[in-house]
Nanobody, 123 residues
């Protein structure tokens, strides 16, 4: 049974930082691209960042470039999202996802999804 479990969400003031983490189990982690998506209040789910299985390819949404960084640790089966210079518009439920292809994952085709963790940025 595949599980993706996110942690690290919370409330932070605008301009602050948070680091999200996702622990994966039940899958061959090294075969999967991993990514982060978010869904803000009243909005559709959107892509945030994706990293290929080897870490050689990364994609970021334009809205987070230069502020967010995705990391993965293939030895620990984890993927993290470092979020700096947070803005109120970053408020959302953040979910991690796993897919067999980084480009397709970026476009929303994922094999597995986590339940999500809430990030609230107060202004």
């Amino acid at each position: 049974q595949v599980q993706l479990v996110e942690s690290g969400g919370g409330t932070v003031q605008a301009g602050g930082s948070l680091r999200l983490s996702c622990a994966a189990s039940g899958l061959n982690f090294r075969q999967y691209a991993m990514g982060w998506f978010r869904q803000g209040p009243g909005k559709e789910r959107e892509f945030v960042a994706v990293m290929s299985w080897a870490g050689s390819v990364t994609y970021y949404a334009d809205s987070v470039k230069g502020r967010f960084t995705i990391f993965r640790d293939n030895a620990e089966n984890t993927v993290a999202l470092q979020m700096n210079s947070l803005k109120s518009e970053d408020t959302a439920v953040y979910s991690c996802a796993a897919g067999l292809d980084a480009t397709r994952l970026r476009d929303g085709t994922a094999g597995y999804w986590g339940q999500g963790t809430q990030v609230t940025v107060s202004s």
